[in-house]
């Protein structure tokens, strides 16, 4: 959709002419630029590419070829940046890189301006009677320090909350999570909360590890496709390659489930519109169709899967009637889709946000891996759960434990975790101990409770203290490489701003929480670098695990973010203890020193065998691997996965290749072959949890089997396979907590995963609801079907806080507010949208925000394509926006992208940024007019079922 031109004294038409003589619509039309999309994209092959020559004459300086991963989405394409006198002068995409093979997506192909942009940060700045104020770094660190050491003293280490992010490198969401736990808090979280938690919950609750199980590139085996909950064309491009080479190859079957038309919908086989929250009940649906006619993996299920007898129980009520009257399928499309799934394996499944971002996201995770398991796709080649993260690194920072409920290499927050990461620091326990609040509140003391999530910060601030299960509320706030407007409940977060001491903005951008807190005071913004301005490692949403090197040197006076935290960490004294093994140059912490560290800890999902020297010599040799099996052929890498994706057991020395597939029986362990994990115990109301007559090729056990610990070695006779230096450290051990690794190493040595050899479950009997459910939404349009299907009681406290449902779902607001309202990505901006807004090239193709409505409504209402509407949440939000009238939604949902910020309610706040940064896109955040909604294990915002009514403007 083309839409009017933003216009304000940053425009692009502006600055450009006066720089050009020309707009810079005219410029595009007298160049190739306008052209370039498709040939970017790498589909038309190498052979339909050419370079272009420039007219201009090109600088005898010597040029650089630096290799560095995308910065956007979690696919993790390949970038070759050419450099010359220090600048970045062009970049292409890397076709040897075995993920994209020279694909670029339009924000990959604009990544060269990130760098360079002129609308960044330019140097550190405070807010100070209502005017932006240049600092030194000296005197923003000190106070800064100051600030949070004085409320630490009044309020407790609780009151700071970190919010971290999936912009960070590996080393450095390492390095956050330790900081903030030398600090003394739990209180730190980054955007998986809001994007995925609901995953990594439900899928490592069903079989062992919350992760993709297979990869972009396997896809290309697939014979089947399930998307759900995703627009990989629009979110994930470059994943679409390895769709359409299945397609051909293959002719794999597609089928997508959505409430909108979408882009991915455009290249399927089958589009399946569904009613927004009602995933479950489309899952039994099509299971009812399975076990109706016998299709289910009868041996599979057998030998590997604990609990199905009770899902078939539950899918008994959900008959065809049933699920049509739910999700408005009727009976003939669910037949075809079950069949086409059940003649076409191996097949995979396929989720994003639409899947996760729900009250009972959590639920939808787990229906998801149950309707593989029971086609048998889990551990094949061409299956599995193939779960696209959003961020380059929002994998890794997860990994890494940037999150309010573990530790690195999700240990969990009890003392044996923390003493397991203590041996690692070596920092005293005790010390680590008496940094947090030794107070005991309900669930225990703050260091062995989860903390606030990210998606409950607001009422951090916001809540009575009495009913907080910490010492005092949320006081300062660190938004360290985060886009609040990618937060619900946008109104309540610009009181919970304005009622904080302080807010510190670390970022390449201002970011929106610069210009929407509505303060004139206590906001510090601290320039941090690009990742084209550092280097280090970042994992794609397969679990591979990639090499950036550093592209061009800080641009202005910005510094990397393991720089600040290492000058935070100095000033507030805890330097010593975060730094003990890590050298420092000059105030930069080295990177190479880091990931040593956390090899020597992450020994639960296998972030232990990937040294630096094996990371780099994967990224100098990307032409080595293979584009569908991942493995190298040829070189020293000879047999590795590509970016040895966790789990790479056992240290470096042991060369363990990675693991392509999780799960994958047909593969020796030292191959990349597993079982799934033991870790729900061995033996459950008379049924067995371990596998049955399965087990990976050259298993010496041969069946079932615990996780190893020392005493499990001693019971088989291996114990002297251990060294003796072994022996000593693996005494009393297991296998996540020897630091010598010799446990690990012994246990593959005889064919077995060192985590076991187990069923998957489909039964949780941890979680609200140990059977997934379907539930009503909170805010629903059908109020005739929550008495048969109501939400939880209230929760008194949910990590720290009361957690609203029944109450929240009594309010009947469908009269007023009668249209589903649901969110999504565009492909031309990713998450909050600060740093793509601020790009030229990207700002170009999409320049308002906007609201998809169905013709019905439109023309009901009055409303013409390209108006200006007010659309209207339940809980008092409202923002205004430009029209689309189209049939990609029908009459009952509208749909906004989550991209935009920068305008609110109505108010344009671009004269509240720092001179210079405002990006050239502004508009109105979706989040305005979305609704109070979390799921009860995770705390995951409701972002794609709400309601809202939509008026003409005046």
Known sequence: M?????????????????????????????????????????????????????????????????????????????????????????????????????????????????????????????????????????????????????????????????????????????????????????????????????????????????????????????????????????????????????????????????????????????????????????????????????????????????????????????????????????????????????????????????????????????????????????????????????????????????????????????????????????????????????????????????GITVSRWVDGVLEDKEKMAQNDNIRAMFYWGHAVNS?????????????????????????????????????????????????????????????????????????????????????????DQVFKNIAINGNEPLIEDIVREYNRGMWTIGYTGQSPERLKYHQENWHAFDFTSLRAVGTEAHGDFYGLPWPCWGTPEMKHPGTHVLYDTSLPVKDGGLGFRANFGVERNGQTLLAEGSAPVGNEIGDGHPEFTAAMLQQLGWWDDLTDAEKAAAEGKDWKTDLSGGIQRVAIKHGCAPFGNGKARTVVWTFPDAIPKHREPLYTTRRDLVAKYPTWDDFESLYRMPTLYKTIQDRDTSAEFPIILTSGRLVEYEGGGDETRSNPWLAELQQDMFVEINPFNANTLRIADGDDVWVYGPEGGRVRVKAMVTNRVDRDVAFMPFHFGGEFQGEDLRKRYPAGSDPYVLGEAVNTVTTYGYDPVTLMQETKCTVCRIEKAA
């Open 2 to 450: 083309r839409l009017h031109k933003k216009t304000s004294d940053s425009s692009l038409d502006s600055q450009s002419a006066n720089r050009l003589g020309v707009s810079r619509r005219g410029f595009l039309k007298g160049t190739s630029l306008a052209a370039g999309g498709i040939a970017a994209t790498g589909l038309l092959g190498k052979t339909m590419i050419r370079p272009t020559q420039a007219a201009t004459p090109k600088s005898s300086a010597p040029v650089e070829i630096k290799r560095t991963i995308c910065s956007h989405c979690s696919v993790g394409c390949g970038v070759y940046a050419h450099v010359q006198n220090g600048v970045w002068t062009y970049q292409e995409a890397a076709f040897d890189n075995p993920i994209n093979k020279g694909a670029h997506c339009a924000k990959g192909a604009a990544l060269r301006y990130h760098g360079h942009s002129t609308r960044r940060l330019k140097y550190p700045m405070k807010l100070e009677n209502g005017q932006w104020k240049k600092l030194s770094w000296e005197q923003a660190i000190n106070e800064v320090g100051d600030k949070i050491e004085q409320i630490r003293a009044e309020s407790g280490p609780d009151s700071v909350f970190w919010l971290g992010s999936a912009k960070f490198n590996n080393e450095q969401a390492y390095l956050f999570r330790k900081m903030v736990s030398l600090w003394g808090t739990n209180n730190v979280e980054h955007q998986a909360r809001i994007c995925h938690s609901t995953t990594v919950a439900g899928v490592a609750n069903t079989w062992g590890y919350g992760a993709m199980t297979n990869s972009y590139n396997d896809m290309q085996n697939s014979r089947s496709m399930l998307f759900i909950g995703s627009n990989a064309a629009e979110a994930h491009p470059v994943s679409m390659q390895h769709v359409l080479i299945a397609k051909e190859r293959n002719n794999c079957k597609v089928v997508v489930a959505d409430p909108r038309f979408t882009r991915t919908a455009a290249k399927a086989n089958q589009y399946v519109r569904i009613r927004p929250g009602s995933d479950v009940a489309y899952v039994w649906g099509l299971l009812w169709h399975i076990f109706a006619n016998g299709w289910e993996d009868k041996q599979y299920l057998a030998q590997r899967v604990y609990g199905m007898d009770e899902i078939r129980e539950e899918i008994q009520q959900f008959p065809p009637d049933v699920v049509q009257d739910i999700t408005g399928v009727d009976e003939r499309t669910m037949y075809q889709t079950a069949k086409l799934l059940s003649d076409n394996r191996p097949g995979c499944v396929v989720w994003c946000m639409g899947g996760t971002q729900h009250t009972t996201g959590n639920n939808n995770t787990r229906a998801y891996c149950i309707l593989e398991l029971a086609l048998g796709n889990i551990g094949k080649s061409g299956g599995g759960a193939n779960i696209f993260r959003g961020h380059d690194n929002v994998q890794g920072a997860t990994d890494f434990g940037v999150l309010s409920d573990s530790l690195p290499g999700y240990y969990g927050l009890a003392d044996g975790a923390w003493k397991h990461w203590a041996g690692v620091w070596g920092v005293d326990f005790e010390w680590i101990q008496n940094r947090f609040d030794q107070t005991e509140y309900r669930g225990g003391k703050p260091m062995n409770t989860n």
């Open 487 to 575: 937060q619900t409940r946008g109104p309540e977060m610009r009181e919970a701003m304005k009622k904080l001491d302080m807010m510190v903005i670390v970022d390449p951008y201002p970011t929106v929480a610069a210009v929407m807190n509505d303060r004139t005071d206590g906001v510090y913004l601290l320039p941090a670098c690009t990742q084209f301005e550092t280097y280090g490692s970042v994992t794609a949403s397969n679990r591979s695990i990639q090499w950036r090197s550093k592209v061009i040197e800080p641009h202005f006076e910005s510094k990397p973010d393991h720089e600040i935290m290492y000058l935070l960490a100095k000033k507030v004294g805890i330097a």
